[in-house]
């Protein structure tokens, strides 16, 4: 096993550590903490994967911004998670988390080997972006050049889903909070 | 937050390296890692920084709502605008080789243009939203 395999290894297995002190966490405040830390290794994980421009996405959204949402509705809300009084194991919901766990690891055999050559998505437009990017746009960094030129729609749509995430988030509480405002006392 | 002198002192001390890196990432994602999304965020967090030390009243001073909407929709539409300049300049919409003479410039100014509108419009509208959310729960204290 060379290093890179234990790295890998060693992330995979933080990520599962985490996840698993996560829904067994009952402090909202380090259940957040946690996210932030399964971000942060989840970018390392991509950036073991050679995706530079993937991790710093994840590492900025996912381990900052993601995080600082969540605390200020931690603000809001209370940092203990209420305690359920404890029910009986219901069953249906465990068998369809089975059954589809089941089918997805049946699914994985018919994948191809991870990475290899000649797997579908590396012979369909790869290799012309790999090609030809230099000579028709001439952008160091291929990942911009196919963000932003050769997948342009895509990427005008991804832009147009965050203005809607935004606009979405201030109709359901910016909106509120001026009112609010406008009343001396609330 | 009077009390946190070190946070404060460390935190405006910090903010404009912030914000100097976003636009690094901003304007070198043609060479390196980066573009508007991640610019976006980090000159974005700058503000969050600003926020978490000295209240959302303060940055608002700085950054007023109105402001961010306006930046927001001003990305989009900068983003579209180029694909109906590209049209207008005889191509197909988003085709950057006819924005100059040289396709290859035109390929250039494209990207630096879209980036641009991808990075205004990510970082307002993750400023708006925080600033939504960290808005509700501060108190009136900040504003004295």
């Given at each position: 096993?060379?290093l ?14 985490i ?5 067994r ?44 949402l ?8 209370g940092?203990?998670?209420k ?10 919901p ?24 000649d ?6 437009v ?16 291929l ?10 729609f ?7 889903v ?21 009343q001396?006392?609330? | ?25 901003q ?5 390196g890692?980066?573009?508007?999304f ?21 940055t ?22 180029v694909?109906v ?38 970082a ?10 960290a ?10």
């Open positions: 096993m060379n890179e395999q234990l790295i890998d290894v060693f992330l995979l297995a933080f990520l599962a550590i996840s698993i002190a996560m829904l966490i009952r402090d909202l405040f380090s259940c957040v903490m946690l996210f932030g830390i399964y971000s942060l290794v989840s970018a390392s994980l991509f950036m073991v994967l050679d995706a530079a421009d993937v991790a710093f996405t994840e590492a900025a959204v996912g381990a900052g911004i993601a995080t600082i969540m605390m200020a509705t931690l603000g809001l809300t940092r203990e998670e305690v359920l009084v404890k029910k009986k194991i219901s069953w249906l465990l068998i369809i988390v089975t059954i589809t766990g089941a089918t997805l690891v049946y699914g994985i055999v018919d994948l191809p080997p991870f990475g290899a050559a797997n579908p998505s590396q012979v369909h790869a290799p012309r972006y790999i090609h030809e990017s230099m000579s028709e746009i001439d952008v160091p960094n990942v911009t050049a196919v963000l932003a030129s050769y997948r342009g895509d990427t005008l749509g991804e832009v147009v965050i203005f809607t995430a935004g606009v979405g988030v201030l109709l359901l509480i910016g909106r509120r909070r001026r009112k609010e405002e406008e001396p006392h609330e | 937050m009077n009390e946190h002198m070190i946070l404060r002192i460390v935190g405006k001390f910090l903010i404009p390296y912030i914000m100097l890196f976003g636009l690094y990432v304007f070198h994602g043609d060479f890692p980066g573009g508007g991640q610019a976006g965020v980090i000159f974005a967090s700058a503000f969050v920084i600003h926020t978490l030390l000295f209240g959302v009243r303060n608002q001073k700085i950054a007023p709502e109105w402001i961010l909407r306006v930046v927001a929709s001003g990305g989009v539409l900068l983003y579209a605008g694909g300049v590209s049209m207008l300049a005889g191509g197909e919409y988003l085709d950057y080789d006819v924005l100059a003479a040289d396709p290859i410039a035109g390929q250039h100014i494209g990207i630096i243009l879209v980036e641009f509108g991808v990075g205004l419009t990510v307002s509208v993750i400023m708006l939203m925080f600033f939504a959310f808005g509700r729960g501060e108190p009136e204290e900040d504003a004295s």
